[in-house]
């Protein structure tokens, strides 16, 4: 359900943070990315000619050139309306409400056996479906979200295809601190139709809850905001970046909320823009979340956007991170982390790389001091398709360390898709989806939508310091997950979500993910879980 867009916005600050690229030592790693779902892909356009109409065409923005797909990058995009092209212009099929689709799979069709783990300690507190009540069948993907929370009120944003495709929002909230979680209204007006790829923060200098989107009320495809005074009833806001039709997609979001730091209340947004340069790295940013920067650019070609952060202890510096898919397909990938410098305004780089399926290793970076961090995904050693690394800096992103394997199951089972968050205490949460348990511990594909195959859990670890030393891993989720289907038409059909946004408040984690346990019409569907870790 994702959908992104590119433009320029007023300048509010004639300081900018960011700006000239300064490349780092770092560590480099091989990837190949086998990428079965298809999104981050980039083919050769005569290898790839549009067959028959597989959705209404009118969803087409007016004029638009089906010959254009890959001239203009939207098959390098993992936003809504960008799935609605593919499926328009007959590039992709749609999902079938019977069988659904196949998302995490890598491979054949192959049954699953559970293996409970004995004695689970598990990590945090419980688990909550937080998408109540649910959408019809079919019209019932949640998925892809960003969590946060302030004093007992906690706010989950998250596409839902329940009024697609005129609207792709859902947003929950919890009032008692993430045991209950209620529907907010959705964001669904004052920007035009709302594409999804949530973003959401509470700004603790303004008093205020912002939640984004990409819209076409924005330039056609940019980044929409909606505020809130307690994370329940929403206004539309500012046009946080005006970009135009098909030119914005995957956009995050952050806000320094330490009173210490010189840019405290600044909130930061980076995006994709496929209006420059196939996909230039920008950032925008605002001290009151009313008038914001132009784009400031990172990177004039394409990199994809994985997520800025900045530093919890208050120096004002901002980081990155982002991908270079090599081209996609079978290539190698990079992980690379901008920096900003406040004095210099230039944005130092740093390489790592990943081997992975279709996310391509995209994790989640943390700062806090000069301890600044990732963790990512890629192929494990021989038959392992995939392990969670993590990989830090002790000297603010000069230098990087050797990475280490945070997952530590001993057979050929997948893990995938991290996310992570910390604190100013030095405490980190790392998680990750994870099919140790099934098919003892070997890798095994599932069947989308089976509700009787369990195929998953959520895992993941601590680190109380930083990074240096790590906690057992664990299990987060409370139960194992059936692999869940995408039945709607209107959503393209390889998609479960493309990142799972995760925050920390008071010390406290809050970490969310795509579950398939609850089945609606016999069918394993998404749905989005979160718990709480203190």
């Known amino acids: 359900m994702k959908k992104k867009s590119a433009s320029h916005s007023a300048f509010f600050n004639p300081r900018v943070l960011l700006g000239v690229l300064i490349v780092l030592a770092g560590v480099s790693l091989a990837l190949f990315a086998a990428n079965p779902f298809g999104r981050g892909t980039v083919r050769n356009q005569q290898q790839n000619q549009p067959g028959a109409p597989a959705i209404d065409p009118s969803v087409l923005p007016p004029g638009f050139d089906c010959s254009q797909v890959f001239n203009l990058g939207i098959n390098r995009q993992d936003n809504m309306l960008a799935g609605l092209i593919m499926l328009a212009c007959g590039y992709t099929q749609p999902a079938s409400p019977v069988q659904g689709s196949r998302v995490f799979g890598y491979g054949g069709l192959s049954q699953w056996m559970q293996k409970l783990l004995p004695e689970p300690l598990f990590i945090g507190g ?64 004052g920007h035009g139709t709302n594409f999804g790829d949530p973003i959401v923060v509470y700004n603790e200098a303004l008093g205020m809850w912002f939640a984004g989107d990409l819209a076409t009320g924005c330039g056609g495809q940019g980044v929409g905001l909606w505020t809130s005074l307690d994370g329940i009833t929403w206004i539309p806001g500012a046009c946080a970046a005006n970009l135009g039709g098909g030119a914005g997609d995957r956009e995050s979001m952050w806000v320094d909320n330490n009173p210490a730091s010189s840019h405290y209340g600044r909130m930061y947004i980076s995006f994709n823009n496929f209006a420059v340069g196939g996909g ?32 919890l202890a208050g120096s004002g510096r901002v980081y990155v991170a982002a991908m270079n898919e090599e081209g996609g397909s079978l290539t190698t990938r990079q992980n690379v982390m901008f920096r900003s410098n406040c004095t210099a305004n230039s944005y130092f780089v740093c390489m790592f790389g990943t081997n992975n399926w279709r996310h391509m290793g995209w994790g989640e970076p943390v700062a806090n001091g000069n301890f600044v961090s990732l963790n990512y995904a890629q192929h494990g050693t021989g038959a392992d398709l995939g392990d969670v690394y993590f990989v830090r800096s002790t000297d603010a992103g000069l230098t990087f360390g050797t990475p280490i394997k945070l997952n530590t199951d001993s057979g050929t089972a997948m893990q995938w898709q991290p996310s992570m968050t910390g604190g100013p205490n030095g405490t980190i949460f790392a998680s990750w989806y994870d099919q140790r348990e099934t098919n003892g511990g070997a890798d095994l594909n599932c069947t989308a939508g089976n509700a009787a195959q369990n195929c998953y859990r959520r895992w993941g670890r601590i680190s109380t310091d930083n990074g240096a030393t790590w906690q057992a891993d664990d299990q987060v989720g409370r139960a194992l997950s059936p692999l869940p289907g995408q039945f709607d038409t209107t959503v393209q059909p390889n998609y479960q979500g493309d990142y799972d946004y995760h925050s920390t408040t008071n010390n406290v984690a809050i970490g969310g993910w795509t579950d398939g346990r609850v089945p609606i019409s016999g069918q394993s569907q998404q749905d989005v879980f979160v718990n709480l870790v203190p």
């Open 280 to 311: 230039a790295l920008q950032v925008v940013y605002s001290d009151n979340g009313t008038v914001w920067t132009a784009p400031i650019t990172l990177q004039a070609s394409f990199i994809r956007d994985v997520q800025v952060t900045g530093d």
């Open 126 to 189: 419980g688990d909550v479906d937080v998408v109540v009540p649910d959408g019809t069948f079919p019209k019932v993907t949640q998925s892809e979200s960003m969590e946060w929370c302030h004093a007992n009120t906690c706010v989950v944003n998250y596409n839902d295809s329940r009024t697609a495709g005129s609207c792709y929002s859902g947003i929950s909230y919890s009032s008692d601190g993430g045991a209950t979680w209620h529907p907010s209204q959705l964001l669904c007006t």
